[in-house]
């Protein structure tokens, strides 16, 4: 690709924008101008890329006119604040904070809908999903004509670097403070996370429910195209520093081929099929650092026929979040570059 784009990238100090810009380097992505930005407090750090480190510029400073496309990878007050801005300057984004309506900026995973693009509209807003979500989609989407889901159960046991690096830095003193035998106190979370499992990754509605698996099950369902899918989901808080694990049930309308699934989920793109006898995949061991989502453990139900179970892996900050949005762009420019760029 001969052409090049001008590219604001907002929430580059954070681990998912720092392996956003690190993507973008690897894969040679067609940068022109890269601006890094962040909120005030974080602006004036510096981010390495094509082996020169750019200076961090204030977000609220800048001027979205000077780019065609931005990413916007900090929190949702963040994408509030300036996406309106970036829209009216005629900038496309992505936002990875799920804090857009859906129906202005949907979900995209490339994997799972690569044709959502048709329907929108110059300067184009996506929302790149959830990491869980992301993970999700890769493994249904291409099991949805063999295996139609009438309820999809999930548990994701989520890493810290979920809440930031605020969550890696506090699992880090919690485990030095604990195997040097002083007194824990917690600070980031509400209690021990080292060699502990947290039953809820965020603050629980007047239901019950965090807006993260409220999230993941409206995310799921517009990204399988099927609106009326009944999603369970808890998420939970693991203390592993990156990598997600998610144990997967879903019921089908009809007896489950467990062969074929294996074999179709052996051929899917995005996803590592663990299939050895005895072996299953795990976050640390395998999917931290790669661009895969592993799948193991694929089984039917103990006692029915139209149930199957399996075990997900996946990097939560590389392929769940910077990987998802920046092969989204990819997807976006290859198709669509001169509405981009008009």
């Not at 800048?62 to 900038?91: H, I, P």
């Not at 129906?103 to 959502?116: G, H, K, Y």
């Not at 992301?134 to 989520?158: E, K, T, Y």
Request: with cysteine.
């Amino acid at each position: 690709m001969s052409q090049s784009l001008d590219i604001a990238v907002i929430g580059a100090t954070g681990t998912v924008g720092e392996t956003l810009v690190q993507l973008l380097d690897e894969r040679e992505f067609p940068v022109g101008n890269l601006h890094l930005l962040a909120s005030g407090e974080s602006a004036g750090a510096s981010v390495p890329f094509k082996g020169r480190n750019l200076r961090v510029r204030d977000v609220a400073e800048f001027d979205f006119s000077q780019v065609k496309l931005a990413f916007f990878a900090a929190g949702e007050s963040v994408t509030r604040s300036f996406a309106a801005r970036a829209s009216a300057a005629g900038c496309s984004l992505i936002d990875l904070s799920g804090a857009l309506d859906p129906m202005q900026a949907p979900s995209l995973v490339p994997e799972a809908n690569p044709e959502l693009l048709q329907r929108l509209d110059a300067p184009y807003q996506l929302t790149s999903p959830s990491a869980s979500a992301v993970a999700l989609a890769c493994v249904l989407a291409p099991l949805r004509d063999l295996v139609r889901p009438r309820r999809v159960s999930v548990l994701a046991s989520l890493a810290v670097s979920s809440r930031g690096r605020e969550g890696v830095n506090e699992l880090a003193r919690q485990t030095a403070e604990l195997l040097n035998a002083r007194p824990l106190e917690p600070r980031f979370f509400d209690r021990q996370i080292a060699f502990n499992i947290l039953a809820q990754a965020g603050v629980p509605d007047a239901e019950g429910h965090i807006a993260l698996e409220r999230r993941l099950a409206g995310e799921l369902r517009q990204l399988l195209a099927e609106p009326d899918l009944r999603v369970a989901a808890t998420c939970a808080l693991a203390p592993v520093f990156f990598g997600d694990s998610l144990a997967l049930s879903l019921v089908s309308e009809r007896e489950v081929d467990i062969d074929a699934v294996r074999q179709r989920l052996a051929q899917a793109p995005g996803v590592e099929f663990v299939e050895e006898e005895g072996d299953y995949p795990t976050a640390v061991g395998d999917a931290v650092g790669q661009d895969a989502v592993y799948v193991g453990r694929v089984r039917g139900g103990l006692d029915d026929p139209c149930e199957l179970n399996l075990w997900i892996a996946s990097d939560n900050a590389r392929k769940g979040a910077a990987l998802n949005a920046v092969q989204s762009a990819e997807l976006l420019i290859k198709h669509y570059l001169s509405k981009i760029l008009t």
